[in-house]
């Protein structure tokens, strides 16, 4: 590699890896309790959070075509350094839901931002043979990163309240020295460039996008009912593992000093499976390890309605492998499905949205559940759920009714493959809020191989990832 590409790969890991160091994940639900904000609150608060998720996810593409993905990134963090001291300033209802909207907006300016600047970056350096191996090394190191820390929560917050939220701050501020280092791109540049003289060039193409990608979905029912299939997946992982994880140990007496331990095996255990979907007998195609997985996190979560402490924590550990098994072989799924020249990036942002929105309902669900004293009930009525969902989902593809022979889309498609998720991306990491853009894990199911250029214009949003 040449010295401008190691530059690149290595601030890359910093940025992502502090950017996405949040030290409050393992206690925010505690802490806002003590801050005295009800169940109802808090979830609605997050509920909130998952639409401002949606609202903002296309919209910031937008913005990294015309300012460019560095300077995107640098605006992401700046952002998330303010939203990490939102709560430190106003420890209240108004203070938490300035901090989640903050923390949507970072988040998305970033999304796709890094892996975007990183494919460039290595291309123009003609190094982007090493694009998949950096960015899977960026996520190893970010989760080894909340493996290590992520313990030391519980001690810190006992010595200083708000430790959790100032550190998260300072781990983004570095994230933004991280992308002042960042060089410049001149290709990519350029781009943003001819974007801000072209705004209503560039709207009219995202329009045409976006119109084709409804289409799309309307006119192929496989690839309707594979994300439909993947909001299961989506929705019990996220809810389960952010929403539901603090008050799951505290149901069972395990105090908040242990919630970052646990947090930290939870994340080993679904690195570890996210890294070998390879795992999986190939006695069973992957759209039925997807439903067995499915089923698999409903049954645990009905579960940990049953357990004691200790069988909670394995339970949860259980269910965290399973989330990471499911979530690259549901990617590969959809990718598949995705018929030849469609536009990828818009489609795979219409599964992200429809995923979190159904999220934002499951969270007012969860809170008024909570609010009612009714965790057990919440947790079997989950695991219900998904079970009839899956049963639909099952009746509907042995009934012959959805046509599946459209949806190998991904052979034809070498410049658009990898999507704004990279080739076989893997899971999000567990429980931040939101998806971090350095999750885009390594290539599973045997997908590898180089992506192919891309048109100048498209660079700068090519893999946009949620």
């Known amino acids: 590699m040449t010295d401008t590409a190691r530059r690149i790969i290595r601030l890359n890991y910093g940025f992502q890896l502090l950017f996405n160091l949040l030290w409050w994940m393992p206690v925010f639900y505690a802490y806002q309790k003590a801050a005295g904000l009800s169940d109802g609150q808090i979830f609605g608060i997050q509920s909130i959070y998952y639409v401002a998720f949606c609202l903002l996810e ?18 992401g963090a700046v952002v998330m350094t303010a939203a990490n001291l939102a709560p430190v300033v106003s420890a209240s209802y108004t203070g938490f839901l300035v901090h989640f909207l903050a923390i949507a907006a970072g988040r998305s300016l970033t ?32 989760l080894a990163a909340k ?54 060039r560039r709207g009219g193409a995202f329009l ?31 809810i389960c593992q952010v929403n539901l994880f603090q008050p799951i140990l505290l149901d069972h007496g395990i105090g908040e000093a242990s919630h970052g331990g646990v947090l930290a095996a939870m994340t080993v255990a679904e690195a570890v499976a996210s890294a070998r979907p390879q795992w999986l007998s190939r006695r069973l195609p992957p759209v039925a390890w997807v439903s067995v997985l ?22 949860l550990c259980l269910f965290a492998a399973a989330t990471g098994f499911a979530f690259p072989v549901q990617r590969k799924l959809v990718n598949d499905a995705i018929p030849a020249h469609a536009p990828r990036a818009t489609l795979l942002s219409v599964e992200s949205i429809v995923d979190r929105a159904v999220c934002a309902l499951a969270a007012i669900a969860a809170g008024a559940y909570l609010s009612a004293g009714h965790l057990d009930a919440l947790l079997w009525h989950s695991a219900l759920a ?3 969902l899956l049963g639909v989902f099952q009746l509907l593809l042995r009934s012959g009714v959805v046509d599946r022979s459209g949806r190998g889309g ?32 390594t290539g599973t199911l045997g997908e590898t191989g180089r992506e192919g250029a891309l048109e100048p214009d498209q660079a700068a949003r090519r893999p946009r990832t949620t």
């Open 58 to 75: 296309i919209p910031t593409g937008l913005i990294a075509d015309r300012i460019g993905t560095r300077n995107c990134l640098r605006a």
């Open 147 to 200: 493996v290590l820390c992520w313990p030391l929560v519980g001690p810190l917050m006992a010595l200083a309240h708000p430790a959790p939220y100032v550190l998260s701050a300072v781990s983004a501020a570095g994230s933004l020295v991280c992308a002042l280092l960042l060089p410049r791109l001149a290709g990519a540049e350029a781009g943003a460039e001819t974007g801000r003289g072209g705004g209503g």
């Open 410 to 441: 991904n052979r034809a498609m070498p410049s658009q493959a990898g999507g704004r998720a990279g080739v076989g991306t893997a899971s999000a990491g567990v429980g931040d809020g939101a998806p971090d853009p350095a999750d885009a894990g």
């Open 294 to 315: 499915s089923l698999a996190l409903a049954g645990a979560l009905a579960a940990m309605a049953l357990g004691g402490p200790w069988t909670v924590v394995v339970l």
């Open 208 to 238: 045409r996008d976006a119109g084709t990608a409804l289409r799309c979905v309307a006119s192929s029912p496989w690839l309707a009912l594979v994300m439909v299939q993947g909001v299961a997946v989506f929705t019990l992982s996220r």
């Open 386 to 388: 998904t079970a009839v």
């Open 111 to 142: 999304s796709g931002a890094a892996s975007a600047y990183l494919y460039d970056g290595l291309r123009a350096e003609r190094c982007d043979e090493h694009y998949l191996r950096a960015e899977g090394t960026a996520r190893a190191l970010g």
